[in-house]
């Protein structure tokens, strides 16, 4: 036997203090352990470091106390825990809490610590941070969808504006050089066609800036907290005029007090969209209406109209720079399209998703979600 094997002779050779040493020297970990009761019995260096409790302020404390609110009501500690008795470990990818209230994501582990006897001790938990790893590959995801949204827009604008000028500058050559020899009421169609053709292009042209505004200003996304109600009325005074021209109703439902966080002119945005497009594919005497409703840390916004609906085709693109391509209907209507890209832009910019449900010949209803409050993420990582 040699001397290095001699050194690890005995079962007691490598102590507990010994154990301890390793895991504090890991400082990029938390390492601890709960008992039976999942009431926390020991705690690494590491673990102070992360999650900002010393030693003495959290032995004794409920496992959960590391866990968010959302995972907490979905009894996620628990059921880690059954899972780690059930198939000898568990393992997830998961947002945290550190004592401060902030969020980190992490990547962890628990394992059942079982005694000589064969009965369950407790648990051990050991996590990484991966917070900074997941930033950056958010980082990078954004910009590679970035990339192709800004493709994808630059196309329809360019194509749509081409076609625009097209139009124009070619009425304009016949007007200039025929007027003369035209018949009034003639002459009045062709400049009411330049008119409108031109008066689309300036919308497009509008659409272009506040996107580019959207996408490359460092200080446009300004998220506050907003009171829905009064932004919808807002909306709706604007709109007034277009709804009254095919008499159609417009309600807001939402109740008073309801709060999002999110920027205003982008809410003002969506809104001003799926209103808009909602009064503009109503039957005469429709109805359009507003309303909203919490859920857990969002609200859904719901934007419904008794109009002419979706069919499947469209509904599967709706959300998409082919939207003016697949239809004669978007097609002739590209601001609608147009609107309905940047509307879902500007809500996932905001940290919420959008939707639609439609039946064709019934109405259609588009929903949005926006947090409550200030997104975690965004306190500790800046905006999105």
Wanted: glycine share 6%; aromatic share 10%; net charge negative.
């Amino acid at each position: 036997m040699n001397e290095k094997s001699k050194g690890l002779q005995g079962p007691h050779v490598l102590s507990a203090e010994f154990f301890s040493r390793v895991i504090d020297s890991l400082p990029d970990y938390s390492i601890f352990t709960v008992d039976k009761e999942l009431k926390i019995n020991s705690w690494s260096s590491g673990s102070t470091q992360l999650f900002q409790y010393d030693v003495e302020e959290i032995m004794g404390k409920d496992f959960e106390i590391i866990f968010t609110e959302e995972d907490k009501k979905k009894g996620t500690p628990k059921s880690e825990i059954a899972k780690a008795l059930k198939e000898g470990q568990a393992a997830d990818n998961r947002w945290h809490i550190r004592k401060d209230g902030s969020k980190f994501y992490a990547y962890g582990q628990v394992y059942p610590l079982i005694g000589e006897d064969g009965e369950v001790k407790g648990y051990v938990k050991i996590l990484r941070d991966l917070t900074e790893r997941r930033n950056a590959e958010k980082f990078a995801k954004e910009a590679e969808e970035l990339s192709v949204h800004k493709q994808s827009i630059l196309f329809i604008f360019s194509h749509d504006l081409r076609s625009l000028l097209t139009g124009v500058t070619g009425t304009a050559e016949y007007l200039n050089k025929n007027f003369d020899k035209m018949e009034k009421a003639k002459a009045k169609e062709m400049l009411e066609l330049l008119h409108k053709t031109s008066v689309d292009e300036l919308n497009l042209l509008d659409y272009l800036v506040e996107w580019a505004r959207i996408k490359y200003a460092s200080d446009a996304f300004a998220p506050t907290k907003i009171e829905l109600f009064n932004y919808v009325k807002k909306v709706f005074d604007e709109l007034n005029e277009k709804a009254l021209a095919g008499n159609i109703n417009l309600t807001n439902e939402v109740e008073e007090n309801t709060t999002v966080f999110a920027d205003g002119e982008m809410l003002l945005s969506i809104l001003r969209s799926l209103i808009s497009n909602a009064i503009k594919y109503s039957h005469k005497d429709g109805k359009v209406s507003v309303t909203a409703k919490r859920k857990e840390d969002e609200i859904i916004i719901e934007i419904k109209d008794t109009g002419i609906g979706i069919t499947k085709e469209i509904k599967d693109k709706l959300f998409t720079p082919e939207i003016t391509t697949i239809s004669d209907t978007w097609k002739k209507d590209k601001e609608a399209g147009i609107g309905l890209l940047l509307s879902k832009g500007y809500v996932e910019i905001n940290g919420g998703k959008i939707w639609v449900d439609s039946i064709e010949g019934e109405g259609s209803s588009f929903y949005f979600t926006l947090p409550v409050n200030k997104p975690l993420e965004i306190t500790n990582s800046g905006a999105k």
